[in-house]
């Protein structure tokens, strides 16, 4: 039995069962941090976090989720994910963070609706966070 012929079936399997297993790793890790403490602690400036926005119109975004109708049936209710850059952590502990539209927005760090980009988020939707600009 040749060495080449143990070898190559040998790094195929790994090669295969290491994609595997990386691939349940980023899986873990974006649903892990849905279920995490609120992210008060956790953001630094400079980090992607996901702000989960209620809305209500007459023609729900490609975007919406959890569309729900209204009582009378005239509008719908729905949920937007909204990707921001944390610009700074205030002293009381308040999050500021920037839109892509350099709009400011003041959170508090236990706002159920606030969660820290994940992995898999912060790859999927890279050019929907806003970019700092660095300070001359």
Same mark, same amino acid.
């Given at each position: 039995?040749?060495?080449?012929?143990?070898?190559?079936?040998?790094?195929?399997?790994?090669?295969?069962?290491?994609?595997?297993?990386?691939?349940?790793?980023?899986?873990?890790?974006? *649903?892990?941090? =849905?279920?995490? +403490?609120?992210?008060?602690? /956790?953001?630094?400036?400079?980090?992607? %976090?996901?702000? $989960?926005?209620?809305?209500?119109?007459?023609?729900?975004?490609?975007?919406?989720?959890?569309?729900?109708?209204?009582?009378?049936?005239?509008?719908?209710?729905? *949920?937007?994910? =909204?990707?921001? +850059?944390?610009?700074?952590? /205030?002293?009381?502990?308040?999050?500021? %963070?920037?839109? $892509?539209?350099?709009?400011?927005?003041?959170?508090?760090?236990?706002?159920?609706?606030?969660?820290?980009?994940?992995?898999?988020?912060?790859?999927?939707?890279?050019?929907?966070?806003?970019?700092?600009?660095?300070?001359?």
């Amino acid at each position: 039995m040749c060495y080449i012929d143990v070898v190559i079936p040998l790094l195929l399997f790994l090669a295969l069962f290491g994609t595997f297993v990386f691939l349940a790793f980023l899986l873990v890790d974006e *649903f892990s941090a =849905k279920m995490r +403490t609120p992210t008060g602690a /956790l953001v630094e400036v400079g980090d992607g %976090v996901v702000y $989960r926005k209620q809305k209500v119109s007459t023609h729900p975004s490609p975007r919406a989720y959890e569309i729900r109708p209204a009582g009378q049936g005239d509008t719908y209710s729905y *949920f937007v994910d =909204k990707f921001w +850059t944390v610009e700074s952590v /205030l002293r009381d502990g308040r999050i500021l %963070v920037t839109t $892509r539209t350099n709009k400011h927005h003041c959170l508090r760090p236990d706002d159920p609706n606030l969660r820290k980009a994940g992995l898999v988020a912060r790859l999927r939707y890279r050019n929907r966070f806003p970019h700092l600009l660095e300070a001359a």
